[in-house]
Every structure is written in structure tokens, then in C-alpha cells.
């Protein structure tokens, strides 16, 4: 039986023949989705040397990534899911880089939070580029303009996009669009990819995947 471990490994070379492939190795980020999974079931994935992780609930994330934290200082936190706004206190104390800013109240109560704690995660704005009613994420149509809000109205600076494509149409085209949105709004990271279409992602251009069930197991 194939463990986590042995599993993340697996990941790893698949992500590194991809960007063989695409780009320079070693240039995407591999962000191990640990949402529902425990302490237990992620402090092996630590172990084995893995840093970056990504939760998709603050009150969940809450719950154990403070004392993980406090064994493994080094760790990289993405919040990965939508954002309440009354909950952008947590996520700005909580996370290094948030993905999901997607609208503009999300976008005032981060650059509040930002300022009042003096700590500022980085961030990248989520696009629904299926435009699914059920998704979150910006309109597509709306992202570039969104993205110049959100540095000129809100004094942020937004380092990528992310997009979760629907999930059961071909994804390619989803992140050819996220690439050319981010082109178009000057900004350089691409969150894409998850555990049935990273390597896909990364001959996108993606700079980072999110990979959860191809390492954790199924949840
Ligand atoms: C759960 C989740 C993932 C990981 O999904 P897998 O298919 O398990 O790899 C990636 N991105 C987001 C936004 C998620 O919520």
C-alpha cells in the first residue's frame, strides 16, 4: 500500500518531468493540499521535507496549523478556499499567501486587516474562468480591471491568479485564459492544476499546482 510519503514523491518527479517540458526545474511551487487530513496525516508529508501547504477553510486551518507551526516554523500557508469577509482578520493572521481574493469587499477587508495587524500574506485573485454560478472567483471579463482596483483603490499588490477549471471540461483552455488575463494585468505567478491535471497546468505555464488527493489519498 502507497503511503503519502511514497506519494508526494511520485508528484515530485511527475512535476519535474513536466517542467522539463515547459520551463526551468524547480520553478513551480508544489502547494500540498492537507484540507480534512489531520496533523497526524500531514506531519510525515513535513517530514519528508515538504513546506508549502494549502487549506481551503480558515476555522479548519485554525485548528491545526498553529501547533504545526510552532514544531515546523518554515511552513508556507496558501488559503485556497473563498473568503467571508468576516473572516479576512483570521485568514490575514493566519495565512502567507491568500488565493482567493475575488471580490471588491473581500479586497477592503484584507487591505483593513493588512494595515491594522502589519503583516501582509501575499496574494493572488481567483477567476471563475468557467463562469460557474456555483464558484467563486472573479468574471473573467472583469479580472484585469479588477486586479488594477485592487492595487489603486486598495494599495495591493497582487502577485497571480488562481482558477479551479469546471470539472468535467477539458482544462487546458481554462488555463490558456488564466495566462492570458494575467499577461494582460501584469502579473506573474498562476495557481493551477490539481491532483488530475497539474502536469497539464505546468505546460499552461502554471508557476504553482495545488495537489491534494494524489498525496493525501482520497478524502
Ligand atoms: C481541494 C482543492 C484542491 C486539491 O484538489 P485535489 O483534486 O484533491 O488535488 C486544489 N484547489 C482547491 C481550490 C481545492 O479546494
Redesign the pocket.
Known sequence: MEDAVSRLESVKSNISKAEVAARAAGTVTL?A?S?TFDADAIRPVIGAGQRVF?E?RVQEAQGKWPALRAEFPDIELHL??PLQSNKAKEAVALFDVI??VDREKIAAEIAKEIARQEKAPRLYVQVNTGLEEQKAGIDPREAVAFVARCRDVHGLAIEGL?C?PPFDENPGPHFALLEKIAREAGVEKLSMG???D?ETAIRFGATSV???????GT?
Open positions: 502547494v493540499v484540507k494549502g481551503n485556497i478556499g488565493e482567493t488562481m479551479i490539481m491532483s488530475g497539474y495545488r495537489v491534494g488527493s494524489a498525496i493525501f478524502r
